[in-house]
């Protein structure tokens, strides 16, 4: 079946704009997750949802990042008022049910680029 | 707070050739996953292969296998009949067995090269 997909591959944005980006998780997949891969590091985490709840955010740099997942599929991040340090290649996974036994599948991402 | 090293920032090794990328980690805790993640270009992370810490077998993946040393908290990968599509950013990424902690924690990297 189809893996996880995120939209769009590429963002470039203006300092001070807002940003929307999306993950599509695998279907029947109840558990995702975001994380921020910086350039020449290794993906942080952001936050986890279970369902459509988010059950950690503890990621979450500042208040300028939200995240929702409204139906319990489809996500999107949210980014207001963007700064340069906030480009990075954002991840998004998704797994099965969430549980510590569960693989987590991973999308392309998001490079997002902020001038 | 759980942390992962990997000290080496690149490797390269000689195509159909054995390589080995180390990791060690830090945690307080004695139920947890180890991993490792492939990321090539294309940016996509691909699960190579996973280690549940309670297992004193080491895990292996055809290719892949780990040597997992729970007491030196080390977890390094061997890669074995290295080929040209194995070149690429491997990650070392932890995970607690708790429930509620479900999150990976990763580390920074090695760029696998591979020299035909």
């Known amino acids: 079946g189809a893996g996880v997909s995120q939209t769009p591959s590429n963002k470039v944005t203006e300092k001070g704009k807002y940003v929307e980006l999306r993950c599509d998780p695998i279907?029947?997949?109840?558990?995702l997750y975001w994380y921020r891969q910086s350039l020449g590091q290794g993906p942080e985490f952001l936050i986890y949802?279970?369902?459509?709840?988010?059950?950690?955010d503890s990621g979450l740099p500042n208040d300028r990042f939200f995240a929702v997942r409204p139906e319990g599929s489809v996500s999107t991040l949210k980014i207001q008022r963007t700064e340069r340090g906030d480009s990075a290649v954002y991840l998004c996974?998704?797994?099965?049910?969430?549980?510590?036994?569960?693989?987590?599948?991973f999308g392309p991402g998001t490079r997002l680029t902020v001038l | 707070a759980q942390t992962v090293t990997q000290s080496q920032p690149e490797m390269s090794v000689q195509e159909a050739e054995t390589v080995t990328l180390s990791c060690t980690y830090d945690?307080?805790?004695?139920?947890?996953?180890l991993f490792w993640y492939k990321q090539p270009p294309s940016r996509q992370m691909i699960l190579v292969i996973r280690?549940?810490?309670?297992?004193?077998q080491n895990a292996t993946e055809n290719r892949f296998s780990v040597n997992f040393q729970k007491a030196a908290k080390s977890f390094s990968l061997k890669i074995s009949d290295s080929q040209l599509g194995d070149a690429a950013m491997y990650f070392c990424?932890?995970?607690?067995?708790?429930?509620?902690?479900?999150?990976?924690?990763f580390g920074t990297g090695t760029r696998l090269t591979i020299i035909p």
């Open positions: 280690q549940e810490a309670y297992k004193q």
């Open positions: 945690t307080s805790e004695s139920d947890y996953y």
């Open positions: 990424a932890y995970r607690s067995a708790l429930i509620g902690n479900e999150k990976l924690t």
């Open positions: 949802f279970q369902g459509t709840g988010a059950a950690d």
């Open positions: 279907s029947g997949h109840t558990a």
């Open positions: 996974a998704s797994s099965t049910a969430g549980r510590s036994t569960d693989t987590q599948y």
